[in-house]
């Protein structure tokens, strides 16, 4: 064979190289995109997705919700008595006979799964809750447990005259934690010998909302 039929056929085996070269690497590009879709065929091979949304909740529960201090008077030797809750143990009473079995504080605590803004308002002033000559009726908020709540209107640890003009705001943040989701008003009443005779109650409106 001459030289130019010998450099003719070597030039035809490199092209067949090549060519055998590009379709190798075609087809194991296919096999490449192909192997999740033989995964699938051939094992079950497949992905999933879970999806879950969790709403909101905003939820205020009262574990006690009454003081009651029930029926009772002024003692003689005295102008004025003081009724006073003292958180969620008994109340205190001075220079009267009503008892202080129940005179508890109003507990709140947030059930929800969000913090939130808290308020309350009382329906009654003193001379509409109580009557008579200097009577009073005040409000004192306090957290049953630490971090539970911060920010508000109504000053925490601080007798003051009970909100009945407009919603106050006991706190701003108000936790839904566990370890701190607790707060509570306490009551202090003061009862003139001249208030008016009778059963004597005032409603306490209190409500959560979202923060904003």
């Given at each position: 064979m001459d030289k130019t039929k010998q450099k003719n056929m070597n030039n035809i085996i490199a092209v067949l190289a090549i060519a055998v070269v590009v379709v190798a690497v075609i087809?194991?590009?296919?096999?490449?995109?192909?192997?999740?879709?033989?995964?699938e065929k051939l094992t079950g091979y497949?992905?999933?997705?879970?999806?879950?949304?969790?709403?909101s909740n905003i939820q205020i529960n009262l574990t006690n919700s009454v003081t009651n201090f029930g029926a009772g008077g002024v003692n003689s030797t005295c102008e004025r008595a003081m009724l006073k809750t003292n958180g969620a143990s008994t109340g205190v009473v001075l220079c009267g006979n009503w008892s202080a079995d129940n005179g508890k504080g109003i507990v709140i605590e947030n059930?929800?799964?969000?913090?939130?803004?808290?308020?309350?308002?009382?329906?009654?002033?003193?001379?509409?809750?109580i009557g008579g000559t200097n009577s009073t009726y005040e409000w004192n908020f306090t957290l049953s447990e630490p971090g539970s709540c911060s920010g508000g209107t109504l000053t925490q640890n601080f007798f003051r005259t009970?909100?009945?003009?407009?919603?106050?705001?006991?706190?701003?943040d108000f936790r839904s934690l566990d370890s701190g989701?607790?707060?509570?008003?306490?009551?202090?009443?003061?009862?003139?010998?001249d208030a008016e005779i009778g059963a004597k109650s005032d409603t306490i409106t209190i409500s959560a909302s979202a923060q904003g």
């Open positions: 087809n194991l590009f296919i096999i490449f995109i192909k192997v999740p879709d033989f995964q497949a992905l999933g997705y879970v999806n879950i949304t969790i709403s059930n929800g799964n969000v913090n939130c803004t808290l308020t309350a308002q009382g329906a009654n002033d003193a001379a509409a809750f009970a909100n009945t003009s407009a919603p106050a705001t006991l706190c701003t989701d607790e707060v509570m008003i306490d009551i202090n009443i003061t009862v003139p010998t």
